[in-house]
């Protein structure tokens, strides 16, 4: 069973930038993929962003983004850390949420505990 640990939420004004990470109980040459979804107060969980990989070096990643933080999120990973990281640049009022990592291995997706972002002024 994979373990995430998620940090690096906190509050944050319009146009700042936060650095979320998740820590990963398990080499990531043993995942498939991960990412992050969030969750805003009466909303469905809705995906943000995912990396995943390929290959026995698990170099390079192929990431994927949601249309609404195209361009201002950046998903990277620290492979030596087991680490993922969200960028997050030029935040809006309705990027608030809950963020949740996640981790795809084997036919089966773990979850973080979810660290809360809020984008207010």
């Known amino acids: 069973q994979v373990q995430l640990v998620e940090s690096g939420g906190g509050l944050v004004q319009p146009g700042g930038s936060l650095r979320l990470s998740c820590a990963a109980s398990?080499?990531?040459?043993?995942?498939?993929?991960m990412g992050w979804f969030r969750q805003a107060p009466g909303k469905e969980r809705e995906f943000v962003a995912a990396?995943?990989?390929?290959?026995?070096?698990?170099?390079?990643?192929?990431?994927v983004y949601a249309d609404s933080v195209k361009g201002r999120f950046t998903i990277a990973s620290d492979n030596a850390k087991n680490t993922v990281f969200l960028q997050m640049n030029s935040l809006k009022p309705e990027d608030t949420a809950v963020y949740y990592c996640?981790?795809?291995?084997?036919?089966?997706?773990?979850w973080g505990q979810g660290t809360q972002v809020t984008v207010s002024s």
């Open positions: 996640n981790a795809d291995k084997k036919g089966r997706r773990y």
């Open positions: 398990e080499s990531i040459f043993t995942i498939n993929a």
């Open positions: 990396i995943s990989w390929s290959g026995i070096s698990r170099s390079g990643g192929n990431t």
